[in-house]
């Protein structure tokens, strides 16, 4: 085995890391020197969800990840409410058809309009003030008596 080295970016994220023996380093790339033993603590760290960079005296360190921006949380708030309401598209397809087949319907009209309800609510949670810090609404308890679509 050759010189390790850790490649980073300008933020001093640790990119790739290259070894002079066998993946020699890029023209152009900025790098650290690094040992074996430094470059298997590193992809240990990684491992195990530590982010890597090379701190401000030029070694290479393994960081706690930082934490989720509010553009993230946000955007896995939007996935969760995203799938509350997939949840139950299956409910509504299904009391439309049996209207329009004029056979009656499972859910009662008042069912109905509570499930039309609650989507309602999930769809306007986003505007709230406190955004993305927000408890979704709970479905209607007739919502988990129809069990789901693949049933």
Not at 37 to 47: D, E, F, M, R
Not at 49 to 63: C, E, S, Y
Not at 105 to 133: H, I, K
Request: proline letters at 8%; glycine letters at 8%.
């Amino acid at each position: 085995m050759g010189q390790k080295y850790a490649a980073f970016s300008e933020q001093g994220a640790i990119t790739a890391f290259y070894d002079s023996a066998d993946s020699p380093v890029p023209q152009g790339v900025s790098v650290v020197a690094i040992s074996e033993q430094q470059w298997l603590a590193l992809i240990s760290a990684q491992s195990v969800g530590k982010r890597l960079v090379v701190d401000v005296a030029g070694k290479p360190v393994a960081l706690d990840p930082l934490p989720p921006t509010r553009a993230e949380i946000a955007s896995a708030k939007r996935a969760e409410r995203d799938s509350a309401l997939g949840a139950t598209d299956w409910l509504v397809a299904r009391h439309q058809d049996e209207k329009l087949l004029g056979n009656g319907t499972t859910l009662s009209a008042d069912q109905f309009v509570m499930l039309l309800g609650y989507r309602q609510s999930l769809r306007e949670c986003s505007g709230m003030p406190n955004w993305p810090d927000v408890t979704l609404p709970s479905p209607p308890p007739f919502v988990s008596e129809q069990g789901s679509a693949s049933a």
